[in-house]
């Protein structure tokens, strides 16, 4: 069963990436199904449990654990990685600690509640936060993706508006020292023979900001695969991707964000746990580049998840 | 290698659709689609209070006694018999006197409005609409690479000298102004009437500037109170062109609308709406025509408009109890919408996510403007959802605006006024036709 949709505010991309999954298993003979996580769901699964479920929901319900703590609690494996790796991979603060712990580069941050700067007065913890972190400045919410509620803030007067922006999605907001360089990402994948990093995919939005438009809208952004990056970078790059989906105890895929700064140096900025599937999506152009099939790759994780059962 | 940009025809598209791209709104209506969600962001009618047996008995007779004819092609300008009945059903809206030979059948209004684009317009010129005005007629003048130029409404419509202002201005500028688009009657989405004085001003404006004036109706038999105020189209003869449809009184899913035109117009619609769809579905046209013929369409209007008198009660009744200080609305006398305008600093597209997460929806007035502007709006529709639903959306819809509020005033003034304001791109920041 490939579960898709939600109500999660990425549920398009959500459907979409279901569809692709779904197209990709049924051309190497798999047999499934789409479902959408609403109450239909458990009566479904009790009526007829799959062998293993794809999770392709994005936001929340895919990504914040909980849906997979359900489907342990039904006893049906999945493909990905357990609910509190995914809990932890999925707040984004979380995550950095636990990555700068394991001495993984990822840019300085912060991480507040809207109630923090009620309490103590949004002037002066901006003021605070731009003395520490200087400028631009990266704020998005804390959990949450598709560069939905993201913003890159340039001068201090354009710190408060996207503050609000970013919390209009999420109540916890992370402020991050803006790192110039190149947007790169690295799907990993684990066949059998442990996580092995993707083709890198270097991403350049044509209007330089990958925001939710310039994701999904085809022909907005140029992919390289493999990124343009020499060598001796390429592999520390996929070195440090590796790195931070080990760190996570993350499971069977998932997608690093990095950003290679201009001396090379690699930083991640966030992991996915369900990587986007769709047309525009990393993973497949990433698998694509390694002249592998999208269909038999998911159908080898369909495996290994029901061989967890 | 060289980079891929998932599109390999970015090099051929015309330049009219450049700029077309998906928005972070359009992702938040695919949530306002669920059931879970209360929806005030649609236009649909309410469908279900058709006599849909009924209905269905005689689409089911259109296919098996007459399909010979309503399964094959028919006439660009749309059947004799519907066109018959049209004349009848402009006739009760105080236009009398209209030739079936004047009248062209069209997909709908929206391929009404394209049709009388792609006969007026060149790229540059200038069309002349209210300010907010309906967002598929915006898609039709960008698509015909025209600019849109608004002119404010108060609460008796469009203001005649502002009207007379934006006239003067757009001749300036050196452009030229070919029409003035406008929904005088329970307007989409302001939900206002152009007061009767205010029509005869506005003719004779658009008279002296020798502007068209296309008239869209497609809300006029929906009044709450009374008959509304004769069409322009009733007054004027010449130079106004009277767009209306089926999809409020009857069905939008047939997809019937049309055009009167002055004569001398009329053959070029034909000859083009044959280049555009070649013709309306004539299983349509019959399905409409035999609905006007043989059932009582009159009485579903009436049952219609008491429908929507009790919703419009219960959103407005709703929105006085329970929305914050601050907020202020219209009033409509008939139609689908009512049009907020929020307290100072509330920015309706900012506060979507909010809306969303709070499982309810709308649209952002930047829906409704060509240039952008509108964030200080929303419009919501009451024609589709029960008076408790309509009820519980303004409910859910206050709470979102009362956090809102509270957090700009926590980051001050400053934050109400983003520094990155995309340019107008009126399609992206409203739902698809499909949203309830």
Same mark, same amino acid.
Do not use: W
């Given at each position: 069963m490939v579960l898709a949709g939600g109500l999660s505010y990425e549920r398009d991309v959500s459907l979409r990436s279901g569809r692709r999954v779904l197209d990709a298993l049924k051309a190497v003979g798999v047999h499934a199904e789409m479902h959408d996580a609403d109450v239909s769901l458990l009566p479904a699964l009790q009526a007829d449990p799959p062998d293993a479920v794809v999770i392709a929901l994005h936001g929340a319900t895919g990504e914040d654990g909980s849906l997979r703590g359900v489907l342990d609690l039904c006893g049906i494996p999945y493909v990905g990685c357990d609910a509190r790796a995914s809990r932890l991979a999925w707040d984004k603060p979380s995550a950095k600690s636990m990555l700068r712990e394991a001495g993984i580069p990822t840019p300085d941050w912060v991480a507040l509640p809207h109630d923090r700067f009620s309490e103590l007065g949004a002037v002066a913890v901006l003021d605070r936060i731009v003395d520490r972190l200087g400028l631009p400045l990266m704020v998005k919410p804390a959990q949450g993706g598709s560069g939905l509620g993201a913003a890159v803030v340039?001068?201090?007067?354009?710190l408060p508006p996207a503050m609000v922006g970013c919390f209009a999605y999420d109540s916890t907001a992370l402020v991050e020292k803006f790192v110039p360089g190149k947007d790169v990402a690295v799907s990993i994948i684990d066949l059998g023979n442990g996580p092995e990093a993707l083709p890198i995919v270097e991403i350049v939005p044509r209007d330089g900001v990958y925001d939710y438009a310039a994701r999904y809208t085809a022909g907005l952004t140029t992919w390289h695969a493999p990124a343009r990056l020499d060598a001796e970078v390429a592999a520390q790059v996929a070195e440090t991707a590796l790195a931070a989906h080990k760190a996570l105890g993350l499971r069977d895929l998932s997608r690093v964000d990095l950003i290679v700064a201009e001396d090379g140096s690699p930083q991640v900025l966030g992991i996915n746990v369900s990587p986007g599937m769709t047309e525009t999506s990393l993973l497949p152009l990433a698998a694509q580049a390694a002249g592998l099939d999208l269909g038999n790759i998911l159908a080898t994780l369909v495996t290994r998840a029901v061989a967890r059962a | 290698m060289t980079g891929t940009t998932?599109?390999?025809?970015t090099d051929v598209y015309?330049?009219?659709?450049?700029?077309?791209t998906t928005s972070e709104i359009r992702a938040l209506f695919a949530v306002a689609s669920r059931p879970e969600v209360v929806s005030l962001a649609g236009g649909s009618p309410?469908?279900?209070?058709?006599?849909l047996d009924a209905v269905g008995e005689m689409l089911g007779r259109l296919g098996s006694d007459h399909g010979t004819v309503s399964l094959q092609y028919g006439i660009g300008q749309g059947t004799v018999d519907l066109r018959e009945r049209i004349c009848e059903v402009m006739a009760l809206s105080?236009?009398?006197?209209?030739?079936?030979?004047?009248v062209v059948v069209t997909v709908g209004g929206q391929q009404a409005l394209d049709l009388l684009a792609r006969l007026f317009l060149d790229p540059g010129d200038v069309v002349l609409a209210e300010g907010p005005s309906y967002v598929g007629a915006l898609g039709v003048f960008q698509a015909a690479q025209a600019q849109v130029h608004h002119v404010p409404m108060d609460d008796e419509g469009l203001i005649p000298a502002a009207l007379e202002e934006a006239i003067a201005a757009v001749t300036r500028s050196g452009r030229r102004a070919k029409f003035l688009y406008t929904?005088?009657?329970?307007?989409? #989405? &302001? *939900?206002?009437t152009l007061s009767e004085e205010r029509r005869e001003q506005v003719l004779d404006i658009c008279e002296r500037a020798g502007l068209l004036v296309v008239e869209d109706d497609p809300?006029?038999?929906?009044?709450?109170?009374?008959d509304a105020p004769l069409p322009l189209r009733a007054r004027r003869r010449e130079g106004v062109f009277y767009v209306s449809t089926?999809?409020?009184?009857?069905?939008?899913?047939?997809?019937v609308g049309w055009i009167l035109a002055p004569h001398a117009v009329r053959e070029k619609l034909v000859m083009m709406s044959e280049a555009n769809v070649?013709?309306?579905s004539a299983f349509a046209q019959a399905a409409v025509t035999q609905y006007l013929t043989t059932m009582p369409w009159r009485e579903q209007v009436k049952s219609y408009r008491e429908i929507y008198r009790e919703r419009r009660d219960a959103l407005l009744t709703a929105m006085r109890d329970?929305? #914050? &200080? *601050?907020t202020t609305w219209t009033n409509p006398t008939g139609g689908l919408f009512v049009w907020v305008t929020l307290p100072e600093g509330l920015d309706s597209k900012a506060m979507m996510p909010r809306a969303i997460a709070a499982r309810v929806a709308y649209v952002p007035g930047?829906?409704?403007?060509?240039?952008?502007?509108?964030?200080?709006n929303m419009r919501l529709n009451?024609?589709?959802?029960s008076p408790e639903r309509l009820r519980e959306g303004v409910r859910r819809l206050s709470g979102v605006m009362e956090q809102e509020l509270a957090m700009r005033a926590v980051f001050g003034?400053?934050?109400?006024?983003?520094?990155?304001r995309r340019r107008g791109n009126a399609a992206a920041d409203a739902p698809g036709p499909d949203l309830a």
């Open positions: 340039r001068e201090d007067t354009d | 998932q599109d390999d025809y015309a330049r009219r659709v450049r700029g077309m309410y469908i279900a209070a058709l006599p105080g236009i009398h006197g209209a030739s079936p030979d004047d929904i005088p009657t329970f307007q989409n #989405p &302001a *939900g206002v809300y006029g038999m929906l009044s709450f109170e009374g089926f999809s409020k009184t009857f069905a939008p899913g047939l997809r070649l013709c309306p329970l929305m #914050p &200080a *601050g930047t829906g409704f403007y060509a240039d952008g502007t509108g964030t200080g009451f024609s589709f959802s003034a400053a934050a109400g006024h983003p520094h990155h």
